[in-house]
C-alpha cells in the first residue's frame, strides 16, 4: 500500500501538498516520546502520534518515514506543514485513536509479517 | 529601568532563557558575542545561556558579558526521560558544566546538522572553535527528578520551561506538575502576558512564574523578560525573589 491508497483506504486528511503520496508504507510505528521514535521507529513506516510540532519532521527524515498520521484530530502546526513539505513528507489527519488506527493498519496488512 | 532606594534593592530586567548557535535549532547568528550585543541593545541587565542539553557556549558568553558590561548566567535546557525541558540555572560556569557532565552520560546518539541543524561551539571572539557532535535535540535518559535534584545539588535553579507549550512543557508531557517536584518556578513563554499566567494555567498552582525570550534568534531576545527586585544580578538574590524573601520579589 502506498501513502495515497492508505489515505483514500482510511479517510486521512492530507495536511500537506502531493509530495511524497506514492512512497510505499512499509510498516507502522505508535508513539509520543521523539526520542524514542528516534532510536526505534523502523524505514518506510507509517507513524502514529499527538505531537504536532516541527520537531516530527527532523524525526520522519531522519527515520525515513513514509508519512506522519496525527491522530485524535489533533492538527499539525503550521511551520510543521511548512517544513514537511519541503522535505516532502506527507502529515496525514484523522478523527482516529493511534489504537483504532494502528488495528486497521495492521488487519490491511501494513507491518503484518508475511504467512508462513 | 533600575531603580536605587533606601533597601539597597533595584529592578533587574532579566532573559533567563536564551539559546546560542550550539542548540541545534538556534541560528548561526545567534553567536555568543552577537547574543550580549543584542541582549544589551534590548535593555535587559541580567540573561542566561541556555542550550539544548550542553553549556559548551556558556563560557564564551559569561567572558563577553564581562567585558561589555552584562550580567551573565551558566545555564542550560535540559531535556529529561519524559522530555519536558527544564532549565538550569546556576553562577559559576564550573556547576553548569558538573551538570552537562551528568546530562551526557544519560545523551545518547549523534547529530546530524543537514537534519536538526548546526551545533556550533564558538568563541567570544565570533570564531568557530568546534561543532559539537551529539545528537542534543534528544533527551537525557535521567528524569524529571533526577535532573531537578542534581540541578539543586549543585546549588542550581529549576525551572520549568515554557509550561504553556505543547511541545516538551511539563503540563502537556505530563497532564500536571508533580506536587512533589521541588522547582523553584515554571516559566511561561512570550505568547502570554506574564500576570495571566496562572489564571491561564491554573495548574502551576502557588509556583513562582517568570517569562522569558526562548530566543533562537537575535532578533527574538528580550520579547519577554521578567523583571525582577534584587539586590544583585546573581543566582542567587534570583532564588530570594522567586520565594519572595527579604524584600526580592517578581514584579513583572
Not at chain 2, 548561526?28 to 542550550?51: K, Q
Not at chain 2, 529529561?80 to 559559576?92: G, P
Not at chain 2, 539543586?152 to 517536584?181: E, K, M, T, Y
Request: proline share 5%; aromatic share 4%.
Amino acid at each position: 500500500m502506498n501513502v495515497k491508497e492508505m489515505v483514500e483506504h482510511f479517510g486521512l486528511q492530507p495536511a500537506t501538498g502531493k509530495k511524497g503520496l506514492e512512497r510505499e508504507v512499509k510498516a507502522g510505528y505508535c508513539g509520543d516520546l521523539l526520542s524514542e521514535i528516534m532510536a526505534n521507529a523502523p524505514p518506510g513506516c507509517v507513524w502514529l502520534t499527538v505531537q504536532g510540532h516541527q520537531n516530527i519532521v527532523a524525526v520522519a527524515v531522519l527515520r525515513e518515514m513514509a508519512a506522519v498520521v496525527l491522530t485524535g484530530g489533533r492538527a499539525p502546526d503550521e511551520e510543521t506543514v511548512r517544513k514537511a513539505e519541503q522535505e516532502g513528507i506527507p502529515i496525514l489527519t484523522g478523527p482516529h485513536s493511534a489504537y483504532d488506527l494502528a488495528g486497521r493498519l495492521y488487519a490491511a496488512g501494513v507491518g503484518k509479517p508475511a504467512a508462513a | 529601568m533600575a531603580v536605587d532606594d533606601l533597601s539597597g534593592l533595584r529592578e533587574f530586567k532579566a532573559d533567563l532563557h536564551i539559546h546560542t548557535c550550539l542548540s541545534p535549532c538556534g541560528d548561526w547568528e545567534m553567536s555568543p558575542r552577537d547574543v550580549i550585543r543584542r541582549s544589551r541593545e534590548a535593555g535587559l541587565d541580567l540573561i542566561a545561556i541556555c542550550d539544548h542539553n550542553s553549556s559548551e557556549n556558556a563560557g564564551a558568553a559569561m567572558r563577553e558579558g564581562l567585558r561589555a558590561g552584562l550580567a551573565v548566567l551558566p545555564g542550560m535546557e535540559v531535556c529529561t526521560r519524559e522530555e519536558v525541558h527544564i532549565l538550569a540555572l546556576f553562577e559559576d560556569l564550573n556547576q553548569a558544566l558538573a551538570m552537562q557532565e551528568f546530562v551526557y552520560t544519560g545523551l545518547s546518539g549523534e547529530n546530524r546538522p543537514e537534519v536538526f541543524g548546526y551545533q556550533v561551539v564558538a568563541n567570544e571572539d565570533n570564531e568557530v572553535v568546534c561543532e559539537n557532535p551529539r545528537l542534543l535535540i534528544g533527551a537525557t535518559r535521567h528524569s524529571l527528578e533526577q535532573v531537578v535534584r542534581r540541578t539543586h545539588a549543585l546549588g542550581g535553579l529549576s525551572v520549568s520551561a515554557h509550561v504553556d507549550r505543547p511541545a516538551n512543557g511539563i503540563i502537556n508531557q505530563l497532564g500536571f506538575i508533580p506536587p512533589d517536584l521541588e522547582l523553584d518556578g515554571v516559566e511561561i513563554s512570550y505568547r502570554i502576558p506574564l500576570a495571566k499566567a496562572r489564571e491561564r494555567f491554573p495548574l502551576i498552582g502557588a509556583l513562582p512564574c517568570i517569562t522569558s525570550s526562548d530566543a533562537h534568534f537575535l532578533k527574538d531576545i528580550g520579547r519577554a523578560a521578567t523583571v525582577f527586585r534584587m539586590a544583585a544580578p546573581r543566582l542567587r538574590e534570583i532564588g530570594l525573589a522567586l520565594r519572595a524573601e527579604q524584600g526580592r520579589g517578581v514584579l513583572s
